[in-house]
């Protein structure tokens, strides 16, 4: 089995900066997408921004200019650096990769246990 791992959360002011990690071990052929979602209290789940083997990313339009996404893949590892932190950032972030176990697997989805962010005066 896959394991996401992640760190980085936690109390930060408007306008700070959190960087998060998330690291993937166990059985991995490849990672294809690796990606960060978040949960508000009382909201569904949205995508925060997801990045390709290759380094492709793409944000939501709420992060754009203030997050970056980025991966080390000999590491199995994903960033998140957020900057300009606001409080509707607060919430429950989350990592996801799209992992293929074995040469012949399809992919699958992982989730982290998740990290608590949040943004407060």
């Known amino acids: 089995q896959v394991q996401l791992v992640e760190s980085g959360g936690g109390l930060v002011q408007p306008g700070g900066s959190l960087r998060l990690s998330c690291a993937a071990s166990?059985?991995?052929?490849?990672?294809?997408?690796m990606g960060w979602y978040r949960q508000a209290p009382g909201k569904q789940r949205e995508l925060v921004a997801v990045i390709t083997s290759g380094g492709s990313a793409n944000y939501a339009d709420s992060v754009k200019g203030r997050f970056t996404i980025s991966r080390d893949n000999a590491k199995d590892t994903v960033y998140l650096q957020m900057n300009s932190l606001k409080p509707e950032d607060t919430a429950v972030y989350y990592c996801?990769?799209?992992?293929?176990?074995?040469?012949?697997?399809?992919?699958?989805?992982?989730w982290g246990q998740g990290t608590q962010v949040t943004v407060s005066s």
């Open positions: 996801n990769a799209q992992i293929q176990y074995y040469a012949s697997d399809p992919l699958r989805s992982s």
């Open positions: 166990g059985s991995i052929f490849s990672i294809y997408v």
